[in-house]
């Protein structure tokens, strides 16, 4: 039959999530870091009073709408998948993911969506003061919404604080030590920072581009040297998380790292393999580029410490595709390492006070918008490729974890799924761009700026007098 010349259910439902959540954490990794971005904005306004920081402010507010939006409705699909491809993995998990997932909502989704209305539309409705409280307190639910994920993802990397029942449920027996992991501090900080990255990228690349076109526009280049400053600062910090994560991890998940790095052997002293091509089928890592010594003194800090090899583990317990972790992990790191010289040659050129006079570098900065993404997705991918074959980590191996559907239902739901995500998502990727393009400007219009939208058949209520709002901009001194 047709259908037998397509991958089996489990591939097919791996690569429907790997396609999802990916897609979906594009998102809230750009959300995460332009919430806290916005609260900066706001509070450099009401500190100094300066217009042009309330102008970035409504400029990136309708960003931060549009990408929100986007977020919220991508995530819906995972909580879906959970029911339909990994029935099993949910009915094994639930006592101990399910309550983390509630705490995420209560604790996090109601206090964004609380206060979100107010951020988006109460800026000269309501006061100053209660404006900036409702754009810090959004901003303080994006890193809480993020704990909760990380500490479930975490637990799954890092397992504790349960017991296993005699239906093989895990039950929850420590809440702390669930919920504290070994894995989540250094992960937690690794990705929040990732995402504090990849706004400053975005936000970079964007005032680049308005200062190329115009090097007198104070509002491009205000938002500009704000991501510069803030790629100078968090690169060089995401590089030591990700060091301390890479510290743990060898002592965990030793397997991940020597798929990450590609050793086969366990060495001592262990190379720096910069780049080659592993081959599952011959065990090793062919056309090796590395760099003698180097591997020990980073994963080890010892020029002669120990790296285990791949072959030092059943087979049936290496990562189920060893090329994807190695080439992904690369990426990653390739892409760090681009963002701290991005932050690097900022502060030189700033220090010579040609910061917005050099065109080479605004264009390197525009090349740099994407960056941050890619690093954040390719860093999940090494993630979650390097812990296969498990869900929970030497405890529940993915194949155990899938529901019990055919592979047609699963290519059908993912076909729509990537055809409808291609041009609802396409669409708002497309708008984004949009509001890119448009120059930060004096008197910057805003989200709140904008009529209510009146269902047809509903009364409307009576109209405010436009006297009676209160102009949320300084008042010039009489």
């Given at each position: 039959?047709?259908?037998?010349?397509?991958?089996?259910?489990?591939?097919?439902?791996?690569?429907?999530?790997?396609?999802?959540?990916?897609?979906?954490?594009?998102?809230?990794?750009?959300?995460?870091?332009?919430?806290?971005?916005?609260?900066?904005?706001?509070?450099?306004?009401?500190?100094?009073?300066?217009?042009?920081?309330?102008?970035?402010?409504?400029?990136?507010?309708?960003?931060?709408?549009?990408?929100?939006?986007?977020?919220?409705?991508?995530?819906?699909?995972?909580?879906?998948?959970?029911?339909?491809?990994w029935?099993?993995?949910?009915?094994?998990?639930?006592?101990?993911l399910?309550?983390?997932?509630?705490?995420?909502?209560?604790?996090?989704?109601?206090?964004?969506?609380?206060?979100?209305?107010?951020?988006?539309?109460?800026?000269?409705?309501?006061?100053?003061g209660?404006?900036?409280?409702?754009?810090?307190?959004?901003?303080?639910?994006?890193?809480?919404?993020?704990?909760?994920?990380?500490?479930?993802?975490?637990?799954?990397?890092?397992?504790?604080?349960?017991?296993?029942?005699?239906?093989?449920?895990?039950?929850?027996?420590?809440?702390?030590?669930?919920?504290?992991?070994?894995?989540?501090?250094?992960?937690?900080?690794?990705?929040?920072?990732g995402?504090?990255?990849?706004?400053?990228?975005?936000?970079?690349?964007?005032?680049?581009?308005?200062?190329?076109?115009?090097?007198?526009?104070?509002?491009?280049?205000?938002?500009?040297?704000?991501?510069?400053?803030m790629?100078?600062?968090?690169?060089?910090?995401?590089?030591?998380?990700?060091?301390?994560?890479g510290?743990?991890?060898?002592?965990?998940?030793?397997?991940?790292?020597?798929?990450?790095?590609?050793?086969?052997?366990?060495?001592?002293?262990?190379?720096?393999?910069?780049?080659?091509?592993?081959?599952?089928?011959?065990?090793?890592?062919?056309?090796?580029?590395?760099?003698?010594?180097?591997?020990?003194?980073?994963?080890?800090?010892?020029?002669?410490?120990e790296?285990?090899?791949?072959?030092?583990?059943?087979?049936?317990?290496?990562?189920?595709?060893?090329?994807?972790v190695?080439w992904?992990?690369?990426?990653?790191?390739?892409?760090?390492?681009?963002?701290?010289?991005?932050?690097?040659?900022?502060?030189?050129?700033?220090?010579?006070?040609?910061?917005?006079?050099?065109?080479?570098?605004?264009?390197?900065?525009?090349?740099?918008?994407?960056?941050?993404?890619?690093?954040?997705?390719?860093?999940?991918?090494?993630?979650?490729?390097?812990?296969?074959?498990?869900?929970?980590?030497g405890l529940?191996?993915?194949?155990?974890?899938?529901?019990?559907?055919?592979?047609?239902?699963?290519?059908?739901?993912?076909?729509?799924?990537?055809?409808?995500?291609?041009?609802?998502?396409?669409?708002g990727?497309?708008?984004?761009?949009?509001?890119?393009?448009?120059?930060p400007?004096?008197?910057?219009?805003?989200?709140?700026?904008?009529?209510?939208?009146r269902?047809?058949?509903?009364?409307?209520?009576?109209?405010?007098?436009?006297?009676r709002?209160?102009?949320?901009?300084?008042?010039?001194?009489?």
């Amino acid at each position: 039959m047709l259908w037998d010349a397509f991958p089996d259910a489990l591939h097919l439902a791996r690569f429907q999530s790997a396609f999802t959540v990916t897609f979906h954490f594009l998102f809230p990794a750009f959300t995460i870091g332009l919430a806290s971005y916005l609260a900066v904005l706001e509070g450099l306004w009401l500190w100094t009073g300066r217009a042009k920081y309330l102008d970035l402010f409504r400029y990136w507010l309708k960003v931060f709408a549009v990408n929100f939006a986007m977020g919220v409705v991508s995530g819906l699909v995972l909580s879906y998948q959970f029911g339909t491809n990994w029935a099993a993995w949910s009915d094994k998990v639930g006592p101990v993911l399910g309550p983390i997932m509630a705490y995420e909502v209560l604790t996090a989704f109601f206090l964004e969506a609380g206060f979100l209305g107010v951020m988006l539309f109460g800026l000269g409705r309501v006061g100053k003061g209660l404006h900036f409280f409702a754009t810090c307190l959004v901003a303080v639910g994006t890193l809480i919404s993020g704990f909760w994920i990380l500490s479930a993802n975490s637990w799954m990397q890092t397992p504790q604080g349960f017991s296993i029942a005699p239906d093989g449920r895990f039950m929850p027996e420590d809440w702390w030590a669930i919920v504290f992991n070994p894995s989540f501090p250094f992960r937690y900080l690794h990705t929040i920072t990732g995402a504090f990255l990849t706004t400053a990228m975005i936000v970079g690349a964007v005032g680049a581009w308005h200062v190329l076109q115009d090097r007198s526009n104070e509002r491009a280049r205000t938002m500009f040297s704000m991501a510069m400053w803030m790629a100078a600062a968090v690169a060089p910090a995401q590089a030591m998380f990700g060091d301390a994560q890479g510290l743990w991890a060898l002592e965990k998940q030793s397997q991940k790292v020597a798929a990450m790095e590609g050793h086969w052997e366990t060495q001592a002293p262990a190379p720096l393999i910069l780049f080659g091509i592993p081959d599952m089928a011959r065990e090793e890592t062919k056309l090796k580029v590395e760099i003698p010594y180097l591997g020990s003194l980073i994963l080890r800090h010892s020029l002669d410490g120990e790296i285990k090899g791949l072959k030092d583990f059943p087979k049936d317990a290496r990562p189920t595709n060893v090329p994807l972790v190695f080439w992904s992990f690369r990426i990653m790191v390739g892409m760090g390492v681009l963002m701290i010289a991005l932050g690097f040659v900022s502060l030189w050129l700033r220090w010579r006070g040609r910061l917005y006079d050099s065109p080479w570098f605004q264009r390197w900065a525009v090349a740099m918008g994407p960056a941050g993404l890619i690093a954040v997705t390719f860093g999940w991918i090494t993630t979650e490729a390097g812990r296969q074959p498990f869900t929970v980590y030497g405890l529940l191996r993915t194949a155990d974890s899938v529901s019990p559907v055919a592979a047609p239902a699963v290519l059908t739901s993912l076909v729509l799924f990537m055809t409808v995500y291609f041009i609802v998502f396409g669409a708002g990727i497309w708008y984004l761009f949009r509001l890119f393009r448009h120059p930060p400007e004096a008197e910057e219009s805003g989200v709140e700026s904008e009529p209510p939208i009146r269902t047809a058949g509903i009364t409307p209520a009576p109209a405010v007098d436009p006297d009676r709002v209160h102009d949320a901009r300084p008042q010039p001194a009489e």
